[in-house]
């Protein structure tokens, strides 16, 4: 037997994405319906008209009314955008014995969570997520599993990310204005991740790129663990923004260029290749450009986004970590020879992901561009989960009709 | 008859921590003047405080004058309400440079408390942060770390001096030494830089020149170089064009560059031509130069020194509160006509540049379209 429905939206800069699921017998989460509508009012992922925002929002809830059967009151927010931040924060205990006990580790652990919490709750600010990194004891660093090891100090060192309090706010503001109640933020790239990593790539060391329309949010996995993630306030928006100046066109004609010809690498047998821009105005000469100046465009914003995230990766120490390479998801994910030209900058292998942690994607055209709010589903039902075996799960709430 | 009222410097020197407080006190033992400064510390062991310098012990309540113990929460939160000790010492400071070792609990935690404090007071904040040495391990760089991006985001300019670097060009692989010389090499560069501010020669820098270049916040590097003899011009910008300190990864753009050049009588107008242009060509070709220059035979006979501080642009996209205004108008020239559908958005800035510009446009990639 499943569970009831949940639900997750997210409200990205060129779409708004509602999506339920129900957590099966064999505890995968199983997506039953998604609906994607056109965004208005929300500018590098952040909402810059609560009104216009709600349209989309009304209009995904009537979608998966009438495709999924399921009337939505209540859904988990995906948050993305620059907004986001994070920082480690450290956890001290001085040991009573010379042996480190579960006591310990679970008071070091609190210690860590609360100082993080205290850190970076303000007025302007609020803790999306927690994560465990690792222990040291006596300055010895690294330790995964401290209980048992000798020492007199241990020390947990916490990952909390972080988000602007008025943009989640106003995010719940719109969906609040279509008649649906957000219980709980979860920060995009990590919900991504637990759709598409599998778990030996978390342990071996692995990127995850989110590519939405207004950023990329880069995570880092690392003995099982993430250690950094961030997000650049760069996304498809720009790549389309920059067809429309190079090629003197409007956003819709420059995005179906992109869609349609454009490749993220620059192919020199496509020198005398042209391609006919789209919705012409009637009765105008019919124009066409350069495949190979359209990739160059592309290529030259995509290029730099890499270098950008891999410059983020060396500030940290965490290049030389991934062995599991890059997974690439979001929107930026469908566009051509894109995992190639990040493995050629990242240097590192790279592979779009697929959300293949979650069933009922099989038939998505672009399955990649759902990751992060099938993780979001993840996410929810693992946190359902953890509540129904007595776990901390207990801050969800489902309220469906 | 006029009467000339004193002024005190609208310029202080904040040290925090053991190390910060040791590279702070060198500076002042080596300035040979007055200069406003104060060393902040949680243990009360501190060594300023037998030094003569003035010391604020912080966090006593809650820390027993005994350290913040390597954690940096602790610090901040001991410290957090106790900051309004500082005004009173502090009045009339319009910039603040703030030195302080990570690795520890207390400079960088301290730090971040004071310069959120000095921010909520209108007061600039140049900090100059060590990164700790790599034989000092991975627990200690972990603690730098976390609290390095917190530091960068909330300082108006943040110059991260990576000791292992700052030592390199010493040669030394003596772990007592290395200690030293990162103190002692950090501690001349920033007396030096007081210099330049506080005893102007003919081309003047003043610290509220210092102060409308530091509103724009972001990141920063900072070198010397000194060399005496026929050739000393051209051996110190061959010096500075390949010190590591001022060619780290990443560091690509400079909105504004500070050249110090510091001399005894002898100095000739071709070597400050020399060296300001040379150093505008290899790292800040577009960026603002401030320019200024020292002339104190007693100090300087016979050698010549260069200060040089690179401004990289914010990477942060909102501005903060409380100082200035329009502080992220951008360190370069694309009107909002290269910006297309981002034309009324805020910009995102990286390393300062305008992302929202395309990137072909400011890779002046040419297109056959």
Not at chain 2, 229 to 242: D, P, T, W
Request: net charge negative.
């Amino acid at each position: 037997m499943s569970s009831s429905p949940i639900a997750a939206l997210e409200i990205g800069t060129t779409r708004t994405v509602l999506a339920v699921g129900e957590l099966q017998e064999n505890g995968r989460m199983r997506i039953i319906g998604t609906a994607a509508i056109p965004t208005s009012g929300v500018r590098k992922s952040q909402i810059v008209d609560v009104s216009q925002a709600s349209v989309a929002i009304e209009s995904a809830l009537k979608a998966i009314e009438q495709n999924a059967r399921v009337n939505v009151n209540v859904a988990m927010l995906v948050v993305n955008g620059p907004h986001i931040q994070s920082s480690v924060s450290v956890g001290l205990c001085q040991l009573e014995s010379n042996t480190v006990t579960e006591n310990d580790v679970n008071e070091v652990r609190a210690k860590a969570q609360s100082l993080a919490e205290e850190e970076h709750s303000t007025d302007k600010r609020e803790v999306l997520q927690i994560f465990d990194l690792d222990y040291s004891v006596n300055d010895r660093p690294g330790i995964l599993n401290p209980v048992g090891m000798s020492g007199q100090s241990l020390q947990h060192y916490v990952l909390a990310v972080h988000a602007s309090k008025d943009a989640v706010y106003d995010a719940s503001a719109a969906a609040g204005v279509a008649k649906l109640d957000i219980t709980e933020p979860v920060f995009a790239g990590y919900a991504a991740s637990l759709a598409v990593l599998s778990p030996q790539e978390m342990k071996d060391g692995v990127l995850l790129l989110d590519m939405g329309g207004g950023s990329t949010s880069y995570t880092v996995f690392y003995d099982n663990h993430i250690v950094h993630t961030g997000v650049i306030g760069v996304g498809g928006d720009h790549v389309t923004n920059d067809v429309a100046i190079a090629f003197n066109c409007n956003t819709n004609q420059a995005e179906r260029l992109k869609r349609e010809h454009g490749s993220a690498t620059v192919d020199e047998s496509d020198a005398d290749k042209r391609a006919e821009l789209p919705n012409q105005m009637p009765g105008a000469d019919p124009r066409t450009i350069s495949v190979r100046a359209l990739d160059t465009v592309i290529n030259a914003r995509m290029g730099e986004l890499f270098k950008i995230v891999l410059q983020s990766l060396d500030a940290g120490g965490y290049s030389h970590r991934l062995g599991a390479g890059a997974v690439l998801t979001g929107g930026g994910a469908s566009l051509k020879n894109v995992a190639q030209l990040a493995a050629r900058e990242l240097g590192m292998q790279t592979r779009i992901g697929l959300p293949v942690n979650v069933d009922g994607l099989e038939n998505e055209e672009h399955p990649a561009s759902l990751a992060a709010i099938a993780g979001a589903l993840v996410y929810s039902g693992e946190s359902e989960r953890a509540e129904m075996h007595g776990g901390i799960g207990g801050f969800l709430r489902r309220i469906f009709k | 008859m006029s009467e000339m009222n004193f002024k005190p410097s609208p310029l202080m020197l904040l040290g925090i921590g053991g190390a910060g407080g040791a590279i702070a006190s060198g500076v002042a033992r080596a300035y040979s003047g007055a200069m406003r400064m104060l060393v902040l510390d949680t243990d009360a062991r501190s060594t300023a405080g037998a030094n003569g310098q003035a010391l604020v012990l912080l966090g006593a309540n809650r820390l027993s004058g005994h350290g913040a113990g390597g954690n940096v929460s602790d610090a901040r939160a001991a410290v957090r309400n106790e900051l309004g000790v500082l005004d009173e010492r502090m009045t009339g400071v319009r910039t603040a440079v703030i030195v302080a070792g990570l690795g520890g609990g207390t400079g960088g935690g301290v730090a971040v408390e004071t310069i959120q404090h000095l921010r909520r007071n209108g007061v600039a904040t140049l900090l100059f942060a060590t990164m700790p040495f790599s034989f000092e391990g991975e627990a200690c760089r972990k603690r730098a770390l976390s609290v390095r991006s917190i530091l960068e985001a909330e300082a108006d300019i943040s110059v991260f001096v990576e000791l292992d670097k700052l030592v390199a060009t010493t040669g030394t692989d003596n772990m007592t030494e290395a200690l030293r010389l990162g103190t002692d090499t950090l501690a001349a560069g920033i007396t030096l830089l007081w210099r330049l501010l506080e005893k102007p020669g003919y081309i003047r820098l003043d610290p509220e020149r210092l102060r409308k270049l530091m509103l724009d916040g972001g990141p920063a590097r900072f070198a010397t170089a000194t060399a005496t003899g026929e050739n000393r011009a051209e051996q110190i910008v061959s010096s500075l064009k390949a010190s590591p300190l001022l060619n780290s990864a990443g560091a690509t753009h400079t909105r504004a560059m500070i050249v110090g050049v510091l001399a005894g009588n002898d100095l000739r107008l071709a070597e400050v031509g020399l060296v300001a242009n040379e150093l505008q060509f290899n790292f800040a070709a577009n960026a603002e130069l401030a320019l200024g220059t020292v002339n104190d035979e007693d100090t300087f006979s016979g050698r010549l020194t260069v200060v040089v501080l690179l401004f990289g642009a914010s990477n942060r996209a909102t501005a903060k509160p409380g100082l200035g205004s329009g502080r992220f108008h951008g360190g370069i020239s694309n009107g909002p006509q290269g910006r297309g559908r981002f034309h009324n958005a805020e910009k995102t800035i990286w390393n300062g540049m305008d992302l929202d510009v395309p990137t072909y446009l400011r890779q002046n990639i040419t297109l056959d379209r």
